[in-house]
């Protein structure tokens, strides 16, 4: 039988998406045969993160500065913004390296049923950021989901009056999937075919 706090750091990584009891209970003794390198290590890189940690109050990512890397990033084009559901589909569309602009993360999608709002999301900073003039297109990148598809027109209706180019990812996404979880070809072919809106 392992110790309390054994149990409890097993319990706490259980709680990580991806890990059930079993995995973290693996994670954890891998962890402790190795506590002088990887453990560590860990712990220091989980320490500097929750020291640092911020969200970018232009794009509202999440990095360990404000402005975040990519709003900073001077190479970046800033005529173009994709707009994505939260952080992890923006990693996601990043990692592929095929848009080269700059990102506005909601924060969540509407949703009735989950009692989620427009102005639960950050809709009225995107339309601040339109209005300040500048972009000469927005991508919509929500979720191939029906409350993503929701939030894309209803943002599509209160960007309609702004002299942008509106478009969405191809719908060669699966039904119901999430970014964050399609390979890159099928990122970079969606991003390739976007559309506009309509």
């Not at 809709?123 to 409350?147: P, Q, Y």
């Amino acid at each position: 039988m392992a110790s309390v706090e054994i149990e409890t750091l097993t319990a706490a990584l259980a709680k990580l998406p991806g890990l059930g009891p079993r995995s973290a209970r693996r994670a954890v003794l891998w962890l402790i045969k190795r506590r002088e390198g990887a453990l560590v290590q860990l712990l220091g890189a989980l320490e500097a993160v929750r020291e640092g940690l911020v969200e970018c109050q232009t794009c509202g990512n999440v990095d360990t500065s404000d402005p975040c890397g990519i709003c900073a990033d001077p190479r970046r084009d800033q005529r173009s913004l994709c707009v994505v559901e939260d952080v992890a589909d923006l990693w996601a569309l990043d990692r592929s390296r095929l848009f080269a602009g700059r990102y506005h993360v909601l924060g969540g999608r509407l949703s009735a049923l989950d009692g989620v709002r427009p102005e639960d999301l950050s809709i009225g900073k995107l339309i601040e950021r339109v209005s300040h003039g500048g972009i000469d297109e927005v991508v919509l990148a929500m979720n191939a989901t029906l409350e993503g598809q929701t939030t894309a027109h209803y943002i599509a209706e209160r960007l309609e009056t702004y002299p942008i180019r509106l478009t969405q990812l191809a719908h060669g996404l699966p039904v119901g999937g999430e970014l964050d979880y399609l390979d890159e070809g099928t990122l970079a072919q969606a991003l390739r075919a976007r559309r506009p809106m309509g």
